[in-house]
Every structure is written in C-alpha cells, then in structure tokens.
C-alpha cells in the first residue's frame, strides 16, 4: 500500500482520523478488545496527550477526532501500544483465523514483525470550522445506522453520540471545543 498525502501539520486544529485493520479483518468484535481501545484513549486523556472530541467503533475500522501538541507521535503511540495489546490478547485466546489475516496483509516491507495490525495511513483530515466538526461528528455518530446496526446513533454502544446527547458513554469526551 503507498503512502498518501494526509498529514498532520497544524497543532492547534482538531484532526478527523480514520485507522483500519489491515484487510478490514473485523477484530472490534470482542468487547475485551473495544475495550483495550478505551482504555487508550482514556490513559491519552487523563494524561493530557490527547484530547478527544468524538469517536466510533466499528468491527475493522474506527474514526475519531483528536487534538494533541504533537498529535502524529499520539496517534503513533495509540496505534502502537493497542495493536501490541490485542496480539497478546488474541494469542492468549488462540485466535488462529484472525493471526493468518494479520499475516495474510502484512505489507512486504514489514519485516521486523510477522503481523501487522493497522493499516499504515490513518487518513487524517483537519477540522477547520465548527460547521465541519459538526458534519464529521454527525458522519461519526451516524456510522452504525448506515450499516445497519442501530436506527438511533446512541444506541451504538461504542460512540460518543451519547456524550452529545448528554448521556453517559463509555469514556468521556471534550465535547466544547
């Protein structure tokens, strides 16, 4: 897979991020494993690295929106530290089929691991106004409906939606910005 054009280059803006697993391996089945990604962002939080405005989690892939000083090396480090976590979690739960697609889309040039776990670009987009903050937490929150899961962005278990409806969700969210 070639590299593209997304970067992250404006420390003060908010950022739209996308990471996928390699060959869109649904791996966020587990609710274990969502919740390896939970506590990520909430240790991020906590320890003022990253602020996160709003998120969704689907099986392969999740979306979120983030700001950090040096938002590249955060994302770096969550992508990291959760891929390392969920390969120690399905190799103690013996997951074979899912290590042989991990295997399966490791990029050739990945030579100093046997699995790859995301896809290498995160595919980020700068948050320029708060009318495309809203259209992206809007895009975020509506993920679920449009595949089919829920009729109602809140009932997502794994999303913010419920933040900005004023409901407790699974860790909290910056929702002023």
């Known amino acids: 897979m070639t590299r593209t054009r997304y970067r992250i280059c404006e420390t003060t803006h908010p950022y739209f991020l996308t990471c996928t697993v390699v060959g869109w391996t649904p791996v966020f089945t587990r609710p274990e494993i969502v919740q390896i990604v939970l506590d990520s962002w909430q240790l991020l939080q906590e320890h003022r690295r990253l602020a996160l405005y709003g998120y969704v989690i689907l099986e392969d892939h999740l979306h979120m929106i983030a700001s950090s000083v040096d938002l590249a090396k955060e994302v770096r480090a969550f992508k990291s530290f959760v891929a390392r976590k969920i390969i120690d979690f399905l190799e103690a739960q013996e997951v074979h089929a899912v290590f042989r697609q991990l295997r399966l889309c490791k990029a050739k040039h990945k030579i100093d691991r046997e699995y790859q ?60 910005w």
């Open 117 to 176: 776990f995301w896809q290498e670009e995160s595919h980020s987009q700068m948050i320029q106004d708060d009318e495309m903050m809203w259209q992206k937490l809007e895009y975020i929150h509506n993920n679920p409906v449009k595949r089919g899961y829920v009729l109602d962005p809140i009932d997502w278990r794994y999303s913010s939606a419920r933040n900005y409806a004023g409901q407790p969700g699974p860790i909290a969210v910056t929702t002023d």
